[in-house]
């Protein structure tokens, strides 16, 4: 299965922006569907964006929907998961998934737990 290592996290000011970065190794990153996820102290993990292989299809979740955008780069094996009008309530660390039965069964497989994952990056939101 392909590693993933997040990075791009950091301090920001409510209002401000942050673009979070996920870069992958192993075969065929372009064949799996991609996501990102988060989860803050004591709190269930919460899917916010996925992506299909071609970058054609993506889905948010609502909460998120208009200050997220996910996108791909299959010629350098990366995801991208831009914030803006960031709230103190999107402090978590974010993590960038990967599943080859694509962003669907991605997103299943996250609130099971059993997804493929990284280490994470945290983002802290000040207000």
């Known amino acids: 299965q392909l590693r993933l290592v997040e990075s791009g996290g950091g301090s920001v000011e409510a209002g401000g922006s942050v673009t979070v970065s996920c870069v992958a190794s192993?075969?065929?990153?372009?064949?799996?569907?991609m996501g990102w996820f988060r989860q803050a102290p004591g709190k269930e993990r919460e899917n916010l964006a996925t992506?299909?292989?071609?970058?054609?299809?993506?889905w948010y979740r609502e909460s998120v929907r208009g200050r997220v955008n996910i996108s791909r780069d299959n010629t350098k094996n990366a995801v991208y998961l831009k914030i803006d009008n960031l709230k103190p309530e999107d402090t978590a660390v974010y993590y960038c998934?990967?599943?080859?039965?694509?962003?669907?069964?991605?997103?299943?497989?996250?609130?099971?737990?059993?997804?493929?994952w990284g280490q994470g990056t945290q983002v802290t939101v000040s207000s």
């Open positions: 998934a990967a599943d080859s039965r694509g962003p669907e069964a991605l997103r299943v497989a996250v609130m099971r737990g059993d997804g493929n």
């Open positions: 192993g075969p065929r990153f372009s064949l799996h569907g």
């Open positions: 992506i299909s292989w071609n970058g054609g299809e993506t």
